[in-house]
């Protein structure tokens, strides 16, 4: 992959970490992520700092003979001990970029994916990441040349360019760029390039996009 | 070399939300991550044991700072072990330590809980089991040096930066809630935040100092 430019910021990854962000940031981080290995790395310091504080919590006691019923459900199967060829298998298997690629929301492939239009040249489409606590998840794309109109946004919103690219005031999107906006941002940007320009988009609120060619610009504000 | 273990966890367990003695905490933390090693070589009972009366009170009153009801984080952190020592073999003492390892299962369970409960239907086997992929040796050594480095920084860290870390991680609270706990300001809970972030980063020559 070419070399990313934009990148979450550190406060996102550690949010990502602590596992404090819904479950639709949580995707366009993790999709950065598989492509980032620098924001991956960051994300592991990150757990290790959870680690950290995993330490300092005042232990709760268990209910009593707890690792005896541990045991119990634990039955005979014993852990696989490890062959020294598998000496170098990933200690942290369980990391939650393993557990929410793009993939496993998308049921079709990019190209087979049903928009909708939402404007001249812009279309989207949502998906089904509303697992839990608030949070929208759509792919947008973006025919080249089009400008979304000026808008802002009512809270962060994360997007990661899938492909295609778009440029705005900030600079230029790729693909694997992601754009981590504070609410106080305001921005437009401009599909460019020869293809459509594909996003994946987590917003904070449910928003409905609206079909009605007079009401093009309202949808895009707190997108 | 870790038989007597087990006490130095049990001068562990009275320390409580206050901050603990470094010296034995990160002691402590080496002999967790011995402990697991040596239960991921040979399935080591006696030494799961121990990290099991060390590790699952904390896990479980992790759980219930994300707002799990007591029997519900006992399952929880039992199950988290559980995954611990099915999952052992997989565990690299040279590669993270094992409150690192553990805190990213536990945190995953916390999550699928969370989700389980607002999406009843889902999968409950859904997460994760999936490996990364192998890094190369130097990599994991070096992840090893950087966990330590990582909790000492964190150890190190102002008092009033160590909180609002702790708190970014353990609890289930937004931080708005937690400023408001706090008694401060969102924006003052944020720049700790970010202070004791670019910090750790300095400690561990990411960034100019």
Same mark, same amino acid.
């Given at each position: 992959m070419r070399n990313i430019r934009h990148h979450p910021k550190p406060e996102t990854l550690a949010e990502y970490a602590a596992g404090r962000l819904d479950e639709a940031r949580s995707v366009v981080v993790s999709t950065h992520l598989t492509l980032c290995k620098e924001c991956s790395r960051s994300v592991v310091d990150f757990e290790a700092l959870g680690g950290a504080c995993l330490e300092t919590v005042e232990p709760e006691a268990m209910q009593a003979g707890s690792l005896a019923a541990f045991w119990e459900r634990a039955g005979d199967q014993d852990i696989l001990v490890s062959p020294s060829m598998h000496g %170098? +298998? /990933? /200690?942290? @298997? %369980?990391?939650l970029s393993a557990a929410q690629p793009l993939g496993a929301y998308l049921d079709v492939d990019v190209d087979r994916i049903k928009w909708r239009a939402v404007a001249p040249g812009v279309s989207q489409h949502v998906l @089904? /990441? +509303?697992?839990?606590r608030d949070g929208v998840l759509r792919l947008l794309k973006i025919a080249p040349g089009v400008q979304l109109p000026m808008h802002t946004h009512k809270r962060e919103e994360l997007t990661l360019i899938i492909r295609g690219a778009y440029r705005d005031a900030i600079g230029e999107f790729r693909p694997g760029d992601l754009a981590d906006l504070d609410d106080d941002i305001e921005h437009a940007p401009t599909a460019f390039g020869d293809e459509d320009c594909i996003c994946l988009i987590a917003t904070s609120a449910p928003l409905v996009f609206k079909d009605l060619i007079g009401k093009i610009v309202q949808p895009f504000v707190g997108l | 070399m870790i038989r007597g273990r087990a006490v130095i966890g049990a001068e562990i367990l009275i320390v409580t939300s206050a901050r603990p003695n470094k010296n034995v905490s990160s002691g402590s933390s080496e002999a967790m991550s011995d402990l697991l090693g040596r239960v991921a070589t040979s399935g080591d009972r006696a030494a799961f044991g121990e990290l099991y009366d060390y590790f699952a009170p904390r896990v479980k009153g992790y759980l219930m700072r994300g707002g799990s009801p007591a029997d519900l984080a006992d399952d929880l952190a039992q199950e988290t072990m559980l995954k611990v020592w099915r999952k052992a073999r997989l565990y690299d003492p040279a590669k993270a330590g094992a409150a690192t390892w553990i805190f990213t299962i536990a945190r995953n369970l916390r999550i699928d809980a969370a989700r389980r409960a607002a999406?009843?239907?889902? !999968?409950? !086997? !859904?997460?994760?089991?999936s490996p990364e992929g192998e890094q190369p040796a130097d990599e994991r050594m070096e992840r090893a040096d950087r966990d330590k480095k990582i909790k000492a920084a964190f150890e190190a860290l102002p008092e009033a930066q160590h909180e609002v870390v702790r708190l970014h991680f353990?609890? !289930? =609270? =937004?931080h708005s809630e937690i400023a408001e706990r706090l008694g401060l300001p969102l924006g003052t809970v944020k720049s700790r935040l970010r202070l004791a972030f670019t910090k750790i980063r300095k400690e561990l020559g990411d960034l100019d100092a």
């Open positions: %170098f +298998e /990933a /200690a942290n @298997d %369980f990391s @089904d /990441a +509303e697992g839990y | 999406k009843p239907t889902l !999968d409950p !086997d !859904d997460p994760s089991l353990i609890e !289930d =609270a =937004a």
